[in-house]
C-alpha cells in the first residue's frame, strides 16, 4: 500500500512562484517512477512532469522551462518547483507513484493511457490546490 500526502498548494499572482511536496509512504521503492498531474473542473487530466528510475525528468509542453520535478530519495518526498505561474496552471495538482513493473517497462505516467486509466496504474494522492490569479 502506497499513501502519498501532497501539501505546497495556494493562491499566487501570475508570475508567482510555489514548491509542491509530496510525502510517500508505505510499501515502496526510492527509486520509481513518479510524477505530478494536475486536473481542473474545465479541462481534462493534464500530466506535468515525471522522474523516472533513472532519475531522468519528462514535462509536459505547457510547463516546460517553468516547472522542475525532483525528489529526495532519503526523505522520501517528491518535489514541484512551480515557477513563472499562469492563471492556465491553476487546477488541483496530485503525484503518482507509478505501479513498479510498469515503471521497468517504461510506461510514462504522462501518457493518455495513464492519465484516464489512473486507479489501473498508479496510486496518487488527495491533491493540493493552485490558483493563481492574473
Known amino acids: 500500500q502506497v499513501r502519498l500526502v501532497e501539501s505546497g498548494g495556494g493562491s499566487v499572482q501570475a508570475g508567482g512562484s510555489l514548491r509542491l511536496s509530496c510525502a510517500v509512504s508505505g510499501y515502496t521503492q526510492s527509486s520509481n517512477c513518479m510524477g505530478w498531474f494536475r486536473q481542473s473542473p474545465d479541462k481534462e487530466r493534464e500530466g506535468v512532469a515525471e522522474?523516472?528510475?533513472?532519475?531522468?525528468?519528462t514535462y509536459g509542453d505547457s510547463v516546460k522551462g517553468r516547472f522542475t520535478i525532483s525528489r529526495d530519495k532519503y526523505s522520501s518526498t517528491l518535489y514541484l518547483e512551480m515557477t513563472s505561474l499562469k492563471p492556465e496552471d491553476s487546477g488541483m495538482y496530485y503525484c503518482?507513484?507509478?505501479?513498479?513493473?510498469?515503471?521497468?517497462?517504461?510506461?510514462?505516467?504522462?501518457?493518455?493511457?495513464?492519465?484516464?486509466?489512473?486507479?489501473?496504474?498508479?496510486?496518487g494522492g488527495q491533491g493540493t490546490q493552485v490558483t493563481v490569479s492574473p
Open positions: 503518482a507513484y507509478l505501479d513498479q513493473g510498469y515503471c521497468i517497462a517504461g510506461l510514462s505516467i504522462l501518457t493518455d493511457r495513464v492519465l484516464k486509466n489512473l486507479k489501473d496504474f498508479a496510486d
Open positions: 522522474i523516472d528510475r533513472t532519475e531522468r525528468t
